[in-house]
């Protein structure tokens, strides 16, 4: 379960493979491939998706990487795309399309490109976007990359074409942090946003938990239970060198990033029970923001920064409070049930998501801020560690599916799902990453 379970379950959680330890790895190390895969299987019915064919493109057989499949699937996976089948539709960058053939086949806008090898090795990828309705062209683009970033690529051009059909900001080439548990060993992974191209940035014997994704997408906070007690580190993404930030008596936990990327809030035991601290990114001495004494946990800020939602057990039962960012009086938010955490605000500040539990079940509910009315989008029982994606119409979150671990995102109003399968290690503790690399 999350970081709020084990905290209100406190001694167990250094045991557990719960949300966040490790040992430094280079993060070059890329992910073996029996790890690194996930299938994405799409569950659901949207209310309202645009029907768009995306075709095979042409010599992407002879590539390292699908082009035309990754584009395909990680606008399926928005939930605001229908696909339509293209059959045996041989098309490129160059064709003129039959608008009324395809209008005919159903399909409100076509992609088609393709992906030719260089003599210096690297690849030629274009691609280009209709729409079909309206029969106009909607123009294209042209990469040369390496056989490295054709995956980046796809996902670049699913950004592109996401955000000319709806107006917003793709997330595809965004990425996510998990951890996963394979035998006694493990491992903080950072991979794409559909799962694949992972690679590892630590590994331990002893947990890791509590992944934090820095606002400028450079760095991770992390809990790592390698010095047999949990300690907060902070690694470059890039170059895999860390620094302690959080190592003071008692335990230290749950890393949340200030907006501005200049401080942290963190849990710690310094002073008896679970209480928040604001600590410099650089680390130093933490200054308190709460005196409950009760515990206090799992803080996370909205994005303007004056704002953190925490979970606390003050009332008698874990619920989800909140406080001006500098500390002060805090509010209680959730009302329903005994046993709500784990939030996480939306980029726009007007909807919440967290983990309620329900009978013996642990599920995904969202918020919705200004009413205070929530609604359940999860159909899975042992939800935790739900995150938006930076343009917030996507939740992820990590559950168990007919016995296995799964990531999952979804739409928020529950009715398209991508479960991103890991199917030889448990794998738990998700975190999406702001845009950009």
């Not at 990469?143 to 051009?157: E, G, N, S, W, Y």
């Not at 709460?290 to 939602?309: H, M, P, V």
């Not at 509010?331 to 500040?349: K, L, M």
């Not at 030889?424 to 990453?433: C, I, L």
Request: aromatic share 8%; proline share 6%; glycine share 10%.
């Amino acid at each position: 379960m999350t970081d709020s379970s084990s905290m209100f379950s406190m001694s167990a959680s250094a045991a557990q493979f719960s949300r966040r330890a490790l040992l430094a790895l280079p993060l070059a190390a890329v992910v073996p491939a029996a790890l690194a895969q996930f299938r994405v299987e799409i569950a659901g019915v949207g209310a309202t998706q645009l029907p768009i064919a995306v075709s095979k493109f042409r010599g992407e057989d002879g590539a390292p990487q699908p082009v035309g499949a990754i584009i395909r699937a990680n606008l399926e996976r928005s939930g605001f795309f229908k696909p339509v089948d293209t059959g045996s539709a041989a098309l490129d960058e160059g064709s003129q399309p039959s608008m009324s053939e395809w209008r005919g086949r159903g399909a409100d806008a076509l992609v088609a490109g393709s992906v030719t090898r260089l003599a210096d090795g690297r690849y030629d990828v274009r691609y280009r976007l209709w729409d079909v309705v309206q029969g106009r062209d909607l123009g294209g683009a042209s990469f040369a990359v390496t056989p490295a970033d054709l995956r980046l690529t796809a996902h670049q051009i699913s950004d592109a074409i996401y955000e000319k059909l709806t107006g917003e900001k793709g997330v595809f080439s965004t990425r996510i942090a998990y951890v996963t548990k394979a035998g006694p060993r493990y491992t903080l992974w950072v991979a794409d946003a559909d799962g694949e191209g992972g690679q590892s940035a630590l590994g331990s014997p002893e947990p890791i938990i509590s992944p934090a994704w820095a606002p400028d997408g450079r760095e991770l906070a992390y809990v790592s239970f390698e010095q047999r007690k949990p300690v907060v580190y902070v690694q470059d993404v890039a170059s895999g060198k860390r620094r302690t930030l959080a190592n003071f008596r008692g335990s230290n936990s749950a890393p949340a990033w200030a907006p501005d990327g200049r401080s942290l809030v963190v849990t710690l035991t310094r002073e008896g029970g679970s209480q928040l601290y604001s600590i410099s990114r650089d680390g130093g001495e933490p200054r308190r923001l709460t005196n409950s004494g009760s515990i206090d946990t799992e803080a996370t800020f909205t994005l303007d920064g004056k704002t953190i939602y925490f979970t606390s057990d003050r009332g008698g039962s874990p619920q989800i409070y909140r406080m001006p960012a500098g500390g002060g009086a805090a509010e209680r938010v959730t009302f329903n049930g005994a046993y709500n955490v784990s939030p996480a605000i939306s980029p726009d500040g007007r909807s919440m998501v967290y983990i309620a539990r329900d009978g013996g079940n642990f599920r995904t509910q969202i918020m919705d801020l200004a009413s205070g009315n929530s609604r359940l989008i999860s159909d899975t029982s042992d939800d935790e560690s739900p995150s938006f994606a930076p343009n917030g119409r996507l939740v992820m979150y990590a559950s168990r599916v007919q016995g296995r671990d799964v990531l999952v995102t979804s739409t928020l109003d529950g009715r398209i799902k991508a479960r991103l399968v890991q199917t030889q290690a448990d794998v738990r503790e998700p975190h999406w990453g702001p845009f950009g690399r």
